[in-house]
């Protein structure tokens, strides 16, 4: 994750050098374990190491999406969701042993990506089968609905280095309260 994260900062380091500067320092131990206190999950690996490396990625908007969760956002926006952890879907759908179907919202789904109109990607640590722990979803509100993205963290973060790497990204103007005190706001291209 290391490598990952090595290879984010120095793509970004090209286009909003301003941004690279104000990352935010890694996680704790300390830290890890007490959001992990709240969400009553521990986090896979990968996301803990993540973690380590930065707290969070203000002011830039990982694909449509808006920008990785600190713990404390990723705490916040569990216990927002949580409410509605298990409750039935709204319409019958058929298990597909990628995604749980029999409820609309799970405790397991960690909120890591914010989408800006109550979407968000999640860790997922509860699937359907135990090899699919740590997956990515990106649940939307719209039906309550989740479909696959990622394997894991990892798989998704090296996608996103991929993308800065090959100049898909731009410095779109001062994003206020997405990019975490005005910073530039780094963005897809169109």
């Not at 500067?21 to 704790?28: F, V």
């Not at 090899?131 to 990515?136: D, P, S, V």
Request: charged share 30%; net charge negative; glycine share 12%.
């Amino acid at each position: 994750m290391q490598e990952i994260w090595a290879r984010i900062e120095a793509a970004l380091g090209r286009i909003a050098p301003e941004v690279v500067a104000a990352m935010p320092p890694g996680a704790t131990e300390e830290e890890i374990a007490a959001v992990e206190a709240v969400i009553g999950v521990e986090l896979p690996e990968d996301v803990r190491e993540s973690y380590r490396c930065h707290d969070g990625l203000p002011g830039v908007l990982i694909g449509w999406h808006d920008a990785l969760h600190s713990l404390a956002a990723m705490a916040d926006d569990w216990r927002e969701r949580v409410v509605d952890a298990g409750d039935p879907p709204w319409d019958e759908r058929e298990e597909d042993g990628v995604i749980r179907r029999d409820v609309a919202w799970s405790a397991g789904w960690i909120p890591v990506i914010g989408i800006g109109n109550g979407d968000v990607i999640c860790i997922d640590l509860d699937p359907p089968t135990p090899e699919r722990r740590g997956q990515i979803i990106d649940w939307s509100h719209e039906g309550w609905r989740a479909r696959y993205e990622s394997a894991g963290l990892r798989e998704f973060l090296e996608r996103f280095a991929a993308d800065l790497e090959a100049d898909r990204y731009q410095v779109g103007g001062t994003g206020g309260a997405r990019s975490g005190g005005g910073l530039p706001l780094v963005m897809l291209k169109d």
